[in-house]
């Protein structure tokens, strides 16, 4: 018999990992409310037409494709078969596949709900997304993303507010971080004046690389994709500008000075930083060049987040996308947004062990069982103690104390009620502190303010 497993990529998660990924979701879930922003959701696959062309040739490939039902082969012929053209072949036997990012998807939600949407449109999206990539440390084939994007405003201050927002959402997790801020119109304006404008995509796609393969490898790409030599060698001492973020700034000024959209881009960049610095701000900013955020549709400033005190690829990541909704018949409609990626976020808390203690708890008390006498007592009991917003569990069977006490230990439950023949003739609760053995006699009353005055913090 064949052992159960799950596809590579993919993980199982325990109860206790759920907690702690239900409070990674419910931290930034917080964070998105306090500036506004109010949560879709979109379904986990959409018709292959909306997704394919949207990535690149490279995110084209990394696209879960899912079968036709029922003789999936009818519309194919021999021919094509024998053509063994992968591309033509899941065009006809695919119409749909699983969603890649929540971004287009986004898009396509925003052009097909126009006239129900009321512009700004500031919105979150918390759901997992599938990648048919190889699995690595910290890269998975299904993978959560938390999303919060602005659709329908030009204005920079949104870029500035969803820093804010990923400013916040670290210090409450505790990560040290570094921001790493670019823009796509730079990149643009360096492909101008090295005199390979229509290269823009093969020159983000392999210096967005440039941490992973190293310099010589990022060349030989670019020689690949048939840049000159004296463009690559224009390239490289604009890809390693040094220099703090305004020193940076007035480099490029000088550097772009030829290009008009370069300008634009510097300039972009410029407004984002001067403002961020009178927002207070507690993580690192750090202008770099080498960021290109291989995705086509990104037109504007470009973000990424490091951990560092990880070894772990970006945590976050995001920028402006002015064209996306054009692509399904909406002009005009500019966006920007930010993707936090839960399971990196999830495995970075874990290394660095920064889950608060009370987040990792499902249960707060248990109840022992004596007995079905002391079941039917206790039912109305529970009922209010759990409607005062205790979590609270009742032994399903009168087994041995030990067995009920190691249910307690196993789940970290903090307190165990006992319940005796005394204690209902008292009309009192005995309540037992797991982490001291101390016990002491009370009444529903005082059981409840006690657990309100610990939650309060009292």
Sequence with gaps: MQKPSIPKGTRDFSPEEMAKRNYIFHTVRNVFHLYGYQQIETPAMENLSTLMGKYGEEGDKLLFKILNSGDFFSGVTDEALAERNPQKLAVKISEKGLRYDLTVPFARYVVQHRNEISFPFKRYQIQPVWRADRPQKGRYREFFQCDVDVVGSDSLMNEVELLQITDEVFSRFG???????????????????????????DITVAIDKLDKIGLDNVNEELRAK???EKAIAGLQPIIQLDGNNQEKIEKLRAILASSEIGLKGVGELAFILERLENAGLKVALEVDLTLARGLNYYTGAIFEVKALDVQIGSI???????NLTSVFGMEGVSGVGISFGADRIFDVLNQLDLYPADSLRTTQL??????????????????????????????????????????????????????GENEMIEKKITLKDMSTGGQVLVDVDELIRKFQCCQNGI
């Design 226 to 228: 048939g840049l000159s």
């Design 175 to 201: 990560v040290r971080v570094v921001i790493k801020l670019n823009n796509r119109k730079i990149l643009s304006g360096i492909a101008e004046i090295i005199g390979e404008p229509e290269k823009i995509v």
């Design 316 to 322: 976050t990541g995001g920028g402006r996308y002015d």
């Design 366 to 419: 248990l109840f022992v069982n004596f007995g079905t006498r002391e079941e039917a007592y206790l039912l109305p009991l529970l009922g209010k103690i759990r409607a005062a917003g205790i979590s609270t569990e009742l032994y399903p069977e009168p087994a041995k104390m030990k067995k009920q006490m190691g249910y307690a230990d196993t789940k970290k439950i903090p307190f165990v009620a006992l319940v």
